[in-house]
């Protein structure tokens, strides 16, 4: 149990015992679960963020390229 | 378009001229000599238009004239609506008096100069801008219309004379001479300025006329008290009274002329005419009266005990000169004294007299002397004897001078001592302190009338000394300014007789002025006169017959122990000199050993010490750069949760 | 029929485990893990919100957040590899240049 091991656990019990104790403190105002359906998840991301889709799907791509590249061995 | 308009042109031709000798006067006739006298005698001549309208009342009818006074004035320095420093001209008939002093002795002395000072080769060009200087600051400072530039050219005048007296500041003699004159006199001008300083946050205002017609009472009459008495010990300094006397007979290390004009006709005059220009304040404190008194008498006193004995012919003459500033001071506070109990001011009025007087039989006798050690080559008057058959104009004008400054009749430093002794007398019958100053009065005519004649004989009669062998008369450039004012040394008691008379001139609160034939009678009836006239006499009479005629010899003085001793510390001037220089060196010395240590070990030590102090600082702060990432990590962490804390602390979240 | 103080719970007892392990572990591969384990964590809070509030775009902001989180791991493993080239290890006390 090093130094940095008891900073470490102070500092995250603090953030987890603040941030409980503030979200457990609020009314949310909040009904009951509902069922949103798959369809209208998927509606959604077509027709309102369907910029968005297709910018994600560039930085995937890009970052395939990036690992690829960046693990590559040099060749002898 | 009246020429006492054209009064603030005075300073300005002197300066002028410094300046225009100071830059081409390399390569000008006489290093720049003939410059300075037209300088000199321009100023001159305004001066004397000034004082003509003064004398004969166009004066009063002109225009910026308030209570027989001529003020010009502009805003110098607006502090705020209440505080303001301005620089002007103030014209009355002390000015008129002072200005036809100062410009008559400064053109007779520069015209001197020409051959006094005709082997000096390159340096005459420094010497007549120093002097052209002089002239102007002089003037200026006569001429001030306020307290605050009256102590500008104070402090100038102070400056020329330290350069004057270093004129040969090769000889370390001279340089230490100068610095003394300089310190000495600035004791007395830290005073001047405690004084201004007092008078300013008292009475709001530096301006003579405002103070003039204030008059103080209650807690504002200690506060002026006390505004007089530094302004006095301002007097004091300049003026060479005692305990600040000291620095005046070194100050002979300079040329003769220099002696002649500074410390013996205009400058050293500066503080009597400071006390005179404060009079409406001086007469509401008598406080500071009497020890104006006290301190003038007791200076004529002592400087004229230590003038017995000195060999040194320039060294008799600046004691001389304190003694005789000495009776001024006297006059002025036993005047003043006697006005303030309302018995008339003729205080005022002897004292300016004697001033007149003074200047030109003093500035005289300089120059005799100066004619003499360039004839002679040597001051010591041991060594001279004799000179009388070589250098009769010189011998003569100088006879005229001796006979003027004992005091003997119809010569004009008769009418004025006896004038300045017969206002002390009549103080004392106010308070015995005057009585005793009388006293001293008396027997410092006694003395003055011994040592003149002793200088005199010793010098001019008797054996030939060793140094008079090749002595010859001086040239006309040299003895003709000496006639002039050999003329002026005899005659100017005759000012008393024309017109209103001095006393209906020159004068404070009332005018006496009385007809001539008054004067006369009064004089010649009162017993007081008849006592300076045979004290005077004398005097005339014991250097007569010690060295004249050599009946009693002149070891007389020195056979019995106890004059033996009284001798040596004349001759050491009481040891005052040896005293002021032991304090300085100890006291002062000490005391600024004290201030160097503070300054080196607290002062820099706390700079020091808070560099240090940041040095470790660093050097455990520095530990924080770990170099582990996790460590950062763990720090984010915590500043997340602070500033959720903080957010929720000052509003941010509900 | 559960609160969603449950679910934000859970979400918070993960992210302060997720933020235990980043921070404490010294393999490299197990700190890139328990950062995943963080973002999984804010993804259970977006889709809790989106359910109880009846609002479809905390779904779909989980799904692109799935994305990215998946990028930077690619990303992530390969500057490990590098690291594992250079420095011959991937113990995290073992990489302290940058120090005082």
Not at chain 2, 363 to 392: P, Q, Y
Not at chain 2, 592 to 618: C, E, H, P, Q, T
Request: aromatic letters at 12%.
């Amino acid at each position: 149990m090093n130094r940095h091991t008891i900073a470490s656990i102070i500092a995250v019990a603090g953030l987890l015992v603040i941030v409980l104790g503030s979200l457990l403190v609020v009314n949310w105002h909040a009904g009951d679960i509902s069922q949103i359906g798959t369809e209208k998840v998927g509606n959604a991301v077509f027709d309102d963020y369907g910029f968005t889709f297709l910018v994600i799907g560039l930085v995937m791509f890009t970052a395939m390229l990036g690992g690829v590249f960046l693990a590559k061995e040099d060749e002898k | 378009m009246q020429p006492i308009e054209f009064a603030w042109l005075i300073p300005v031709f002197p300066l002028l001229a410094a300046v225009i000798i100071g830059l081409l006067g390399k390569k000008m006739k006489q290093g720049g000599g003939y410059i300075a006298i037209g300088a000199a005698a321009i100023s001159l001549i305004i001066s004397v238009l000034v004082v003509v309208s003064v004398l004969d009342g166009s004066f009063d009818t002109a225009d910026g004239i308030v209570d027989g006074v001529y003020e010009q004035s502009g805003t110098w320095i607006n502090l705020t609506s209440t505080y303001k420093f301005e620089i002007g001209i103030y014209i009355d008939q002390l000015t008129a008096l002072m200005l036809m002093v100062v410009s008559i002795v400064s053109t007779l002395v520069i015209i001197y100069s020409i051959a006094y000072m005709g082997d000096e080769g390159g340096r005459k060009r420094r010497y007549y801008t120093e002097i052209s200087l002089f002239v102007g600051v002089m003037l200026g400072l006569v001429l001030a219309n306020n307290y605050l530039e009256m102590f500008i050219f104070w402090e100038l005048v102070g400056l020329c004379s330290y350069l004057l007296i270093g004129f040969w500041y090769h000889k370390p003699s001279a340089a230490s001479a100068a610095k003394k004159a300089f310190i000495v006199t600035r004791v007395g001008d830290i005073m001047f300025m405690l004084g201004i300083i007092i008078l300013f946050t008292t009475f709001k205002t530096l301006n003579f006329r405002d103070l003039f017609s204030m008059e103080a009472s209650g807690s504002d009459l200690g506060l002026l008290t006390l505004g007089t008495f530094f302004i006095f010990g301002g007097a004091i300094g300049k003026s060479a009274q005692f305990p600040l006397h000291d620095w005046l007979p070194d100050a002979m290390e300079g040329p003769t002329t220099v002696s002649a004009l500074i410390h013996a006709a205009t400058m050293v005059k500066a503080g009597v005419y400071l006390v005179a220009r404060s009079f409406p304040l001086f007469v509401q404190t008598p406080e500071t009266l009497v020890v104006v008194a006290i301190i003038g008498g007791v200076t004529a006193f002592i400087a004229a005990t230590m003038a017995l004995n000195s060999p040194n012919i320039k060294r008799v003459l600046a004691y001389s000169t304190i003694s005789q500033l000495g009776y001024m001071m006297l006059a002025l506070g036993a005047g003043g004294y006697l006005f303030f109990n309302a018995m008339g001011s003729e205080g005022y009025t002897s004292s300016m007299f004697h001033l007149m007087n003074h200047a030109f039989f003093k500035a005289l006798l300089f120059l005799c002397a100066g004619s003499v050690i360039h004839a002679v080559g040597t001051e010591d008057m041991r060594l001279m004897g004799g000179l009388g058959k070589t250098m009769k104009i010189t011998s003569f004008t100088m006879l005229i001078g001796a006979l003027s400054i004992s005091g003997i009749p119809p010569f004009s430093g008769f009418w004025s001592k006896d004038e300045v002794l017969a206002v002390v007398w009549n103080a004392g019958s106010l308070s015995w302190v005057f009585v005793l100053l009388y006293v001293l009065g008396i027997a410092t005519a006694f003395m003055t009338a011994f040592y003149m004649f002793r200088l005199w004989f010793m010098t001019f009669k008797g054996e030939p000394g060793e140094a008079s062998k090749h002595s010859h008369e001086s040239p006309k450039i040299m003895t003709m300014p000496l006639i002039i004012l050999s003329i002026f040394a005899a005659a100017s008691f005759l000012v008393l007789f024309i017109g209103d008379g001095f006393s209906g001139t020159v004068y404070f609160g009332d005018s006496h002025a009385l007809p001539a034939g008054e004067i006369l009678a009064e004089t010649f009836t009162d017993p007081l006169t008849y006592a300076s006239i045979i004290v005077a006499v004398c005097g005339l009479g014991l250097a007569y017959l010690v060295y004249y005629k050599k009946r009693v010899s002149s070891d007389v003085f020195v056979s019995t122990p106890v004059t033996k001793s009284l001798y040596n510390l004349l001759l050491k001037r009481y040891g005052l000199t040896a005293g002021y220089d032991a304090f300085a060196e100890k006291v002062v010395y000490g005391f600024s050993l004290v201030v160097d240590w503070f300054d080196r070990k607290v002062i820099d030590g706390i700079v020091n010490g808070i560099s240090f102090v940041l040095a470790r600082a660093g050097n455990y702060i520095r530990r924080i750069q770990t170099g582990h990432v996790q460590s950062y990590a763990t720090v984010i962490i915590a500043g997340i949760s602070i500033i959720l804390v903080l957010l929720y602390l000052l509003g941010g979240l509900r | 029929m559960i609160p969603i103080e449950y679910f934000l719970a859970l979400s918070a007892i993960l992210f302060a485990l997720g933020a235990y392990g980043a921070l404490t572990r010294r393999n490299t591969i197990v700190v890139l893990m328990s950062i995943e384990i963080m973002l999984n964590a804010a993804n259970i809070n977006f889709v809790a919100f989106s359910s109880f509030f009846n609002d479809v775009s905390g779904q779909v902001f989980a799904l692109f957040s799935i994305a990215v989180a998946a990028a930077e791991v690619a990303v992530g493993l390969a500057i490990l590899l590098n690291l594992l080239k250079t420095r011959e290890t991937i113990d995290l006390e073992e990489i302290n240049i940058l120090r005082w």
